[in-house]
């Protein structure tokens, strides 16, 4: 074998490294295939952590292979003096093998290592005291595994491991409190899983939560974001004739009902066929044949079957896509000959975009009933810059389907609840943006018993959290 120093003679031996890379020995050296690894295997006479062997080989790295793809891995073995016994080895590299067990397998892991009591018996077997149905089978092996490679093949130690299972006498604080977590996220999951068979139940109003409390601080909050959510020259007649050419028979037959079009159709007057089609208009068409399909929540179209994408991805003029969200605003305008201009901004709590749409009148009612502030959509169409309103658009619109809110709820699955002390509301200005109403909301939500408004100086958010607090409320304002 030859001496560390030897081989890599340009690295630095000064302080602390000194000693140990004078008494280290090189036992091989070896490449991979593609020669994108070198692994070096050291023999080291002074027990360091492991975190100082990766040091040494950022240091190899940089003095041989700075300006190449190469990786170094060194593969160390400790031949240390008789002073250190078992025991005494086991407790001094205990940390530097908590450390190495956390990035290889996991945090828990490895302080559980860390904090576990370990002891020889008089055979020279270690034993590591676990409580009873804390590690899993996974774990116990992992750990079984990353000790028995440090220990024995690192270390060259010959001794046993074992685990012993101590049981608790009573039930501990910890065990107790994880209980009642565990039966908090079964209770809320339980929730969500609730009529999950489709995106859309037409018994259920998708644009609230479970309680009137919360759609009514949800109605508040989103009155308050459409206030300025479009710009202007809107409703000239030039809209409903200029806009879209390829939809010119949009309104052409608006305002008259189904019945007035049976005879266009054959066998029976079904709807769909040819003449149809060429006494009603293309948007007209989409809302029946949606209406024929039978599809759950589909407005208009087709199903859409494609993958939504995130809106703050969606750059330039991407052309068709399909994304989904919450309305946030709407506005309605006709134009002089009688067309409906529905003008809608969607978000999908990443970005928001803005939508239009020729609404034939006939459907004006059920396209009004899915399209509305609060409500959730999944929509087709193409997205490009609207010459009209001077502004990217989603228009026109293919499909428009109507799903369940899409949010992953956060809960507080806490076993014992805590009270939040500092919490601003709106009436802090420049501070906050949340309506106390829906901060009391939230909390109760959670089981909270109190909550502490700590606004800037003003009082003004205490008379709208005592009106939001019913009679015999036990929440307390503080």
């Not at 009688?338 to 978000?347: C, E, R």
Request: some cysteine; aromatic content about 10%; charged content about 30%.
């Amino acid at each position: 074998m030859q001496s560390f120093k030897t081989t890599f003679e340009n690295i630095n031996t000064e302080g602390s490294w000194g000693k140990v890379l004078e008494d280290a020995t090189i036992e091989r050296i070896v490449k991979n295939t593609t020669g994108t690894k070198v692994k070096v295997y050291v023999v080291f006479r002074h027990l360091i952590p492991h975190s100082k062997v990766e040091i040494l080989e950022q240091k190899i790295k940089e003095a041989y292979f700075a300006d190449s793809d190469v990786e170094i891995l060194i593969a160390e073995r400790f031949e240390l003096s008789a002073q250190y016994s078992d025991e005494i080895f086991v407790e001094e590299y205990s940390d530097s093998v908590a450390e190495e067990i956390k990035v290889k397998y996991s945090t828990f892991a490895g302080m559980f290592y860390l904090r576990a009591k370990k002891t020889f018996d008089e055979e020279g077997t270690l034993h590591i005291e676990a409580p009873e149905d804390i590690l899993t089978s996974e774990v116990e092996e992992n750990l079984l595994d990353a000790l028995t490679t440090i220990f024995h093949k690192r270390g060259g130690r010959e001794f046993p491991i074992v685990f012993d299972y101590v049981k608790n006498e009573g039930e501990s604080i910890y065990r107790r409190n994880k209980a009642i977590e565990q039966e908090n996220f079964i209770r809320e999951a339980a929730k969500h899983v609730k009529g999950k068979k489709a995106d859309y139940d037409p018994g259920e109003n998708y644009a609230a939560d479970n309680s009137a409390d919360e759609n009514e601080a949800l109605s508040e909050k989103t009155d308050s974001s459409m206030a300025g959510g479009f710009g202007s020259n809107e409703g000239s007649d030039s809209a409903g004739a200029g806009s879209n050419p390829k939809d010119k028979s949009a309104g052409r037959f608006a305002g008259k009902s189904s019945s007035d079009s049976k005879s266009g159709g054959k066998a029976g007057g079904k709807f769909g066929e040819k003449d149809d089609f060429k006494k009603r208009g293309r948007s007209e068409m989409a809302f029946i044949n949606a209406q024929k399909s039978g599809i759950d929540g589909l407005l208009m179209g087709s199903e859409i079957k494609g993958e939504t994408i995130p809106m703050n991805s969606i750059e330039g003029d991407p052309g068709d896509i399909i994304v989904r969200g919450q309305i946030i605003a709407y506005e309605l305008t006709k134009t002089r000959n009688g067309k409906n201009i529905a003008k809608f901004d969607i978000t999908d709590f990443t970005d928001t975009i803005s939508a239009k749409f020729f609404v034939p009148d006939e459907f004006l009612d059920a396209f009004q009933a899915v399209v509305k502030p609060k409500n959730f959509i999944k929509i087709e169409g193409n997205f490009a810059y609207d010459s009209f309103d001077h502004d990217n658009k989603l228009f026109p619109i293919k499909s428009i389907q109507q799903i369940k809110d899409f949010r992953e709820k956060r809960m507080d699955m806490a076993a014992e609840k805590r009270v939040e002390l500092h919490c601003h509301t709106k009436m802090s200005n420049m501070d906050a943006v949340s309506a106390v109403e829906d901060i009391i909301d939230c909390a109760k939500s959670w089981n909270h018993k109190a909550l502490a408004v700590t606004d800037h100086g003003v009082v003004q958010a205490f008379t709208l959290a005592s009106h939001r607090l019913k009679p015999g409320d036990t929440f307390k304002v503080i």
